[in-house]
């Protein structure tokens, strides 16, 4: 199995700009396609990116196209979330996922635990 670690959340202005990390140990994140998802408080979890085994496909949520892009490093076994041009609605827990290349939650195999993004107006 693969463990899922995420970090680089926190508290940035509109218009800023994050780099989440999830860090994977026991598999590489090359075994696997992988994914970003976010849940704000009182709402679902939404897809918000993937990126297929091989990294040639990815897939974005509308509402982060252009302004979000999803990379791997596979020398660091790490996969990034880079977040330009953040919105309030941006703020929410995002998690990395490990597993099939897809846009639904239930694709995935392995969760991390989280970190959470907050966008100030």
């Known amino acids: 199995q693969v463990q899922l670690v995420e970090s680089g959340g926190g508290l940035v202005q509109a218009g800023g700009s994050l780099r989440l990390s999830c860090a994977a140990s026991?598999?590489?994140?090359?075994?696997?396609?992988m994914g970003w998802f976010r849940q704000a408080p009182g709402k679902e979890r939404e897809f918000v990116a993937t990126?297929?085994?091989?990294?040639?496909?990815?897939d974005y949520a509308d509402s982060v196209k252009g302004r979000f892009a999803i990379s791997r490093d596979n020398a660091k076994n790490t996969m990034y979330l880079i977040m330009d041009s953040l919105k309030p609605e941006d703020t929410a827990v995002y998690y990395c996922?490990?597993?099939?290349?897809?846009?639904?939650?239930?694709?995935?195999?392995?969760w991390g635990q989280g970190t959470q993004v907050t966008v100030s107006s």
């Open positions: 996922a490990a597993g099939y290349y897809s846009r639904r939650s239930n694709g995935y195999d392995f």
């Open positions: 026991g598999r590489t994140v090359s075994s696997y396609a």
């Open positions: 990126m297929s085994r091989s990294g040639i496909s990815t």
